[in-house]
């Protein structure tokens, strides 16, 4: 895997994302919309600690949207733009490419947490207190690994079909709900809990959620950390065995086209 | 002339389901909304600390309208000028506004299906009680709603002729139908001006009526009616108007696009 590719291509891919308008809108004006609403939707509800709510679960939602609205279509993106046969044949390998790509965007897409922060700081007067920064910091860098590797699961699934477009819309809110971005899971029924629970967002997200309130219990910490990064590495894996299928697929059939 | 209208409403709807099967098209146009319906529910549920949905059920599944209004309808210059037809449309001798009907009609319908599907997830998922409402006049008020929110629909259409930023200005304009109509939140509890901003929108006056349908007492059920209809007229006329300003524009310098 070469480092120069993968800047390269995280370095254009961020330059294409932010030309989209549809991208815009995920990067800047859903996290400020959605923060207004559930800002609204949160300020009566008695809990001292709901900007966490409304600031981490803005910030993810717009994360999670300009994931679903870009990382998860670009292959078939440059399927459209006559460019897909182009970076799998170049010597430059596949799936290094579609990770810088990946990369790109979920790093430009970390912008929705600040814009979100600075929101809720700018209209309400009610800034987000980080309890403990340090802890953040692990929680934020898990949690942008978690969401690459979910991206390139996703990413490939959506290659073998030419209904990108639908299944990008279908997958937006399901997971916000089943990760719990803007209320704890618990709220969830037990039998769609244990579902939460086999997502590594649910996980990231917590962890977020837990060292923005403070981290009161380390051991707790970093077992969800542990657990987030076992589930990271098990979708990595499936990552990998997908892209290898679809080499293979490709090479078989003599077509980057789907059915 | 009505077989024809008829005709070219089931052209376009065949259009727009082609590339889908029987069960995904369903999925996309019933399944995703009633997802969105429970998870803005769930939120509600949580954030207001109340087991009494009823007000988030009424206004969510009015919501529901928005994909098909919204993005169906919003996007129909959009649409023409991608398949070529719109040199044909604005050139032509006949009438303009039962074109643009006629490709609002399946959408509406499915507005209606999503809506009143919308109402029984409600009362299955969080135990609405229908017991007391008089039904014909819940079926009056989606109805109002719906025709309301497709006018809507159809003056945002005319500004896909002004522009090339056509997702960019739905999604932004769904989120904002989110935040003024009621259905998430109070409208009391907007600032004044927010308030103002929330009766110029359509919905809101059918989300209030049908709370009052629920909850006699909450305002006068027919006057709220009237209002919600004569929003739509008022968005209908503007449609025409904006689009008869496009149509002299697009013939006197030969341009079918304004931007």
């Known amino acids: 895997m070469s480092l120069a590719v993968l800047l390269a291509t995280m370095r254009v891919q961020m330059k294409q994302s932010f030309a989209r308008p549809m991208f815009r809108f995920c990067l800047i004006a859903n996290p400020i919309l959605n923060t207004v609403l559930l800002y609204e939707m949160y300020r009566g509800s008695g809990e001292e600690s709901f900007m966490a709510y409304v600031v981490l679960g803005a910030g993810l939602m717009g994360l999670w949207s300009c994931i679903c609205f870009s990382s998860a279509g670009d292959i078939n993106r440059e399927r459209y733009s006559g460019t897909l046969a182009l970076i799998f044949v170049a010597p430059a390998s596949f799936p290094t490419i579609i990770l810088g790509k990946i990369i790109g965007n979920t790093l430009l897409s970390l912008l929705t947490l600040g814009i979100s922060l600075v929101t809720a700081a700018v209209l309400f007067r009610t800034p987000l207190m980080l309890e403990s920064p340090l802890y953040f910091l692990f929680a934020l860098l898990a949690a942008v690994a978690a969401f690459v590797v979910i991206s390139s699961v996703v990413a490939c699934l959506l290659t073998l079909s030419r209904k990108t477009e639908l299944y990008m819309n279908c997958i937006e809110i399901p997971i916000i709900l089943l990760c719990g971005f803007v209320f704890p899971v618990s709220v969830l029924p037990a039998a769609v809990r244990a579902v939460s629970y086999a997502l590594s967002p649910t996980y990231a997200v917590e962890l977020l959620r837990m060292s923005v309130w403070g981290v009161e219990e380390p051991a707790a910490f970093w077992q969800k950390l542990g657990i987030l990064l076992g589930l990271t590495a098990l979708y990595a894996v499936l990552s990998a065995l997908l892209y290898r299928r679809i080499d293979r697929r490709v090479r078989v059939a003599a077509t980057l086209e789907v059915a | ?259």
């Open chain 2, 1 to 259: 002339m009505l077989r024809r209208f008829f005709d070219q409403a089931y052209l376009y709807h065949k259009g727009r389901r082609a590339a889908f099967k029987a069960e995904e098209f369903i999925f996309h146009q019933l399944g995703y909304p009633l997802v969105t319906l429970i998870f803005y529910c769930l939120i509600a549920s949580y954030s207001f600390r109340t087991t009494n949905l009823t007000s988030w059920v009424i206004g969510n599944a009015f919501l529901l309208c928005t994909n098909a209004c919204i993005f169906g309808l919003g996007n129909i210059f959009v649409g023409e000028r991608y398949y070529g037809r719109l040199r044909s449309i604005i050139a032509s001798p006949c009438a303009k506004l039962p074109l643009i009907l006629a490709n609002g009609l399946f959408p509406a319908l499915f507005a209606v299906c999503a809506s009143v599907c919308g109402f029984l997830v409600g009362a299955w998922v969080f135990g609405v009680d229908f017991s007391g409402v008089d039904l014909g006049l819940a079926a009056l008020t989606i109805f109002c709603a719906m025709a309301s929110a497709a006018c809507f629909g159809l003056f945002l259409s005319v500004f896909g002729l002004m522009n090339d930023s056509m997702h960019l200005i739905l999604n932004v304009v769904s989120y904002l139908m989110m935040i003024f109509t009621g259905a998430e939140f109070p409208v009391a509890q907007l600032p004044p001006v927010g308030q103002a901003v929330a009766q110029l929108m359509p919905l809101t006056k059918a989300i209030a009526a049908m709370n009052a349908l629920f909850e006699p007492g909450q305002g006068s059920f027919w006057l709220l009616l009237l209002a919600e209809l004569a929003t739509g007229a008022a968005y209908a006329l503007l449609a025409r108007a904006v689009f008869g300003f496009a149509e002299r524009s697009a013939r006197r310098s030969g341009r079918f696009d304004m931007f």
